[in-house]
T-cell receptor, first 110, second 114 residues
Framework: QKEVEQNSGPLSVPEGAIASLNCTYSDRGSQSFFWYRQYSGKSPELIMFIYSNGDKEDGRFTAQLNKASQYVSLLIRDSQPSDSATYLCAARRGYQKVTFGTGTKLQVIP | DVKVTQSSRYLVKRTGEKVFLECVQDMDHENMFWYRQDPGLGLRLIYFSYDVKMKEKGDIPEGYSVSREKKERFSLILESASTNQTSMYLC?????????????FGPGTRLTVT
């Protein structure tokens, strides 16, 4: 079992819709969770982090964490074609190490 | 603005060659990381360093070594390149500690070993 699992997609949503990206993790000792966006041919860049159960909102993005279910999600409201990218979920345990999932490719259809 | 730079965007090497990939960050970050990214396998940690001359193995250290002689510079060394080391290599840096530190990534080096 992979430590951080994501559906590879592609996930296709129409412009203006809500995109829902999901991630599960196996290590119950994971303390904090990150969502990175990676455009094709580019490096990952951080969108959001979350470490408490519940929701965290930042503009059009909402991260959700459920530690009991070992589940993290990212909602993107009012999806735009510029949101088309691969979204990487990552989990951190301990002082330094971060484990990444394989990413979900999102396509926003105009 | 944090800047992480890598010595080459594209590199082609022959099997058996010794390969050096260089990474430099300008934000005085303690932590530096080397990953490789392959389709279907995602980002996998090769090595990381949390201080000068300190290093820790990641998930896939075999066939690689690292060097950190100065805080801003972290080098990845392929002692004897093999075709299965053809990949995108990403360097990252971050501040130490805390729950929420962000990793800043360099532009990547696409290495092809023939």
């Amino acid at each position: 079992q992979k430590e951080v699992e994501q559906n590879s997609g592609p996930l296709s949503v129409p412009e203006g819709a809500i995109a829902s990206l999901n991630c599960t993790y196996s290590d119950r000792g994971s303390q904090s969770f990150f969502w990175y966006r990676q455009y094709s041919g580019k490096s990952p860049e951080l969108i959001m982090f979350i470490y408490s159960n519940g929701d965290k909102e930042d503009g059009r993005f909402t991260a959700q964490l459920n530690k009991a279910s070992q589940y993290v999600s990212l909602l993107i409201r009012d999806s735009q074609p510029s949101d088309s990218a691969t979204y990487l979920c990552a989990a951190r345990r301990g002082y330094q190490k971060v484990t990444f999932g394989t990413g979900t490719k999102l396509q926003v259809i105009p | 603005d944090v800047k992480v730079t890598q010595s080459s965007r594209y590199l082609v090497k022959r099997t058996g060659e010794k390969v050096f990939l260089e990474c430099v960050q300008d934000m005085d970050h303690e932590n530096m990381f080397w990953y490789r990214q392959d389709p279907g396998l995602g980002l996998r940690l090769i090595y990381f360093s949390y201080d000068v001359k300190m290093k820790e193995k990641g998930d896939i250290p075999e066939g690689y070594s690292v060097s950190r002689e100065k805080k801003e510079r972290f080098s990845l060394i392929l002692e004897s390149a093999s075709t299965n080391q053809t990949s995108m290599y990403l360097c990252a840096s971050s501040l130490p500690g805390g729950l929420t530190y962000e990793q800043y990534f360099g532009p990547g080096t696409r290495l092809t070993v023939t």
